[in-house]
């Protein structure tokens, strides 16, 4: 008897996947690696199933296994770059990194509905660490424009997070 | 607190920021490689497909009557004259209708012709219906109905009365109440009084039924008062006989003169007084 059907899994895949994703970068720091952490996972977690074990709260099992993945995939990497940024991570609770790991996946998402104009000018911002008077000048625009276009986003990006914090108290 | 979290929030941007691709850790993406690698075949529960196969069959059900619905209604073509003006119509099948004053006809588009060739109509309009066995041709006035197959007829409405008149073929006249039926064959009239609900086959022939048409008027012994009753039809007047003669009898032909030389020619011919009386 396996603990999920197949539809249960679908829709646990599609809702875990991304902040798994996240949660994992924090640890590779390649989106490439990460996704592939991921889908590792949720292999191991499928074939589990599909043998009869028996798997209690899949979203947690979920996330110590893509930790214990991601840990064993950097330790692999001779020049270890990452371990400064860990002690971050690993200080907060598990509760809390898998909040993180959730509100990071909600602003990817909240990235990717920008428009693309305002996209463009926040990821040269935040991206690429450009000036406001370079990102003027790189595209053309008036730094008045550019200063607009950010503050409409970063306030998107916190409203999603507001949203979720929101909901997150609301229910518990 | 509140310091801490917009740290924590700017953190965050900065992380997610740093690494966004566009495109990637799409959920839906990753599933579609995930399945297809395990051959996870997408089964949609079978109530589910059901429900979404009724959705879609209601939706055709319903495009379809509405479509259906839609190509029955009726498309009408009215044609109407005002009183002294005639109006000749050609139908779809080249049936051709001559329209007398202040008369009216309408007929459907949509369905004249598939089966039937229906035109309805009141006052007075003279038929030359193009022969079609497989599809007759009917005229519904509010009383009676005359159906044929390809003849040339007159059908008029006058209050309680319908009459038709025929010219060459056959007609079947019958009135919408009853089971009054007559058949009526060239030359022939006949007139359906709703008073009486009697069918009457007129034997005399009327020779000016179709004046209004031709512009001939032309009697031949006829007696005077049918004489002003057609003059009267004619040139749409009313006129009075001032000297009692009812044994004088007309034999005459006029051809679209006017009213006051016409007037003139009878009163000599039969040394009668007919005037027209003057409107108020």
Redesign the interface.
């Given at each position: 008897m396996a603990s999920f059907t197949?539809?249960e899994f679908?829709q646990g895949?599609?809702?875990l996947?991304?902040p798994l994703?996240?949660y994992a970068?924090?640890y590779t720091?390649r989106?490439d690696d990460?996704?592939d952490i991921?889908?590792q996972a949720?292999?191991d977690v499928?074939d589990k199933n599909s043998a009869g074990a028996l798997i209690g709260n899949l979203k947690a099992y979920l996330y110590q296994a893509v930790r214990n993945r991601s840990l064993s995939f950097v330790s692999q990497i001779p020049q270890a770059q990452t371990t400064d940024q860990l002690p971050d991570m690993e200080d907060a609770s598990e509760e809390e990194q898998i909040r993180?790991a959730e509100?990071?996946a909600r602003?990817?998402q909240a990235?990717?509905k920008l428009p693309p104009e305002r996209k463009k000018i926040?990821?040269l911002s935040?991206?690429d660490g450009l000036k406001y008077q370079e990102i003027a000048e790189e595209l053309n625009l008036s730094i008045k424009t550019v200063e607009n276009q950010m503050s409409k986003a970063?306030k998107a990006?916190?409203e999603t997070?507001v949203r979720i914090y929101c909901f997150i108290f609301g229910f518990t | 607190m509140n310091n801490e979290y917009d740290d924590?929030?700017e953190q965050?941007?900065?992380?997610?920021?740093?690494?966004?691709?566009?495109g990637?850790?799409d959920?839906?993406k990753?599933?579609v490689?995930?399945?297809s690698?395990?051959h996870?075949s997408?089964?949609v529960?079978f109530v589910r497909y059901i429900l979404r196969a009724a959705a879609v069959l209601l939706l055709l059900v319903g495009l379809g009557t509405f479509y259906l619905w839609e190509q029955n209604l009726p498309d009408w073509v009215a044609v109407s004259t005002m009183s002294g003006q005639t109006k000749d119509i050609y139908l779809p099948d080249s049936t051709l209708i001559s329209l007398a004053g202040d008369s009216w006809i309408r007929y459907d588009v949509r369905s004249y012709g598939k089966e039937r060739r229906v035109v309805e109509m009141k006052g007075k309009a003279f038929f030359q219906v193009e022969r079609n066995e497989a599809r007759p041709f009917s005229v519904e006035t509010n009383l009676a109905e005359v159906k044929v197959l390809g003849t040339s007829f007159q059908v008029e409405t006058l209050g309680n009365f319908v009459e038709v008149n025929v010219k060459t073929g056959k007609v079947s006249f019958t009135a919408n109440e009853g089971d009054k039926q007559v058949i009526l064959t060239a030359g022939m009239s006949a007139q359906y009084s709703v008073e009486k609900k009697e069918m009457t086959v007129l034997t005399e022939e009327d020779t000016n039924y179709l004046s209004w048409k031709t512009g001939l008027l032309r009697f031949s012994d006829t007696p005077l008062d049918k004489v002003i009753e057609d003059l009267n039809d004619y040139y749409q007047v009313k006129i009075t006989n001032r000297v009692k003669k009812p044994e004088a009898k007309l034999t005459a032909s006029f051809n679209d003169m006017p009213l006051d030389e016409v007037l003139m020619v009878i009163n000599q011919t039969l040394d009668t007084h007919l005037v027209q009386e003057t409107r108020k």
């Amino acid at each position: 008897m396996a603990s999920f059907t197949t539809e249960e899994f679908e829709q646990g895949f599609k809702s875990l996947y991304k902040p798994l994703c996240l949660y994992a970068l924090h640890y590779t720091e390649r989106i490439d690696d990460a996704e592939d952490i991921v889908q590792q996972a949720f292999a191991d977690v499928w074939d589990k199933n599909s043998a009869g074990a028996l798997i209690g709260n899949l979203k947690a099992y979920l996330y110590q296994a893509v930790r214990n993945r991601s840990l064993s995939f950097v330790s692999q990497i001779p020049q270890a770059q990452t371990t400064d940024q860990l002690p971050d991570m690993e200080d907060a609770s598990e509760e809390e990194q898998i909040r993180c790991a959730e509100r990071d996946a909600r602003l990817w998402q909240a990235i990717d509905k920008l428009p693309p104009e305002r996209k463009k000018i926040f990821l040269l911002s935040k991206r690429d660490g450009l000036k406001y008077q370079e990102i003027a000048e790189e595209l053309n625009l008036s730094i008045k424009t550019v200063e607009n276009q950010m503050s409409k986003a970063l306030k998107a990006l916190r409203e999603t997070v507001v949203r979720i914090y929101c909901f997150i108290f609301g229910f518990t | 607190m509140n310091n801490e979290y917009d740290d924590k929030l700017e953190q965050s941007i900065r992380f997610v920021a740093k690494h966004y691709k566009e495109g990637c850790m799409d959920a839906e993406k990753a599933w579609v490689k995930f399945a297809s690698k395990r051959h996870i075949s997408r089964r949609v529960p079978f109530v589910r497909y059901i429900l979404r196969a009724a959705a879609v069959l209601l939706l055709l059900v319903g495009l379809g009557t509405f479509y259906l619905w839609e190509q029955n209604l009726p498309d009408w073509v009215a044609v109407s004259t005002m009183s002294g003006q005639t109006k000749d119509i050609y139908l779809p099948d080249s049936t051709l209708i001559s329209l007398a004053g202040d008369s009216w006809i309408r007929y459907d588009v949509r369905s004249y012709g598939k089966e039937r060739r229906v035109v309805e109509m009141k006052g007075k309009a003279f038929f030359q219906v193009e022969r079609n066995e497989a599809r007759p041709f009917s005229v519904e006035t509010n009383l009676a109905e005359v159906k044929v197959l390809g003849t040339s007829f007159q059908v008029e409405t006058l209050g309680n009365f319908v009459e038709v008149n025929v010219k060459t073929g056959k007609v079947s006249f019958t009135a919408n109440e009853g089971d009054k039926q007559v058949i009526l064959t060239a030359g022939m009239s006949a007139q359906y009084s709703v008073e009486k609900k009697e069918m009457t086959v007129l034997t005399e022939e009327d020779t000016n039924y179709l004046s209004w048409k031709t512009g001939l008027l032309r009697f031949s012994d006829t007696p005077l008062d049918k004489v002003i009753e057609d003059l009267n039809d004619y040139y749409q007047v009313k006129i009075t006989n001032r000297v009692k003669k009812p044994e004088a009898k007309l034999t005459a032909s006029f051809n679209d003169m006017p009213l006051d030389e016409v007037l003139m020619v009878i009163n000599q011919t039969l040394d009668t007084h007919l005037v027209q009386e003057t409107r108020k």
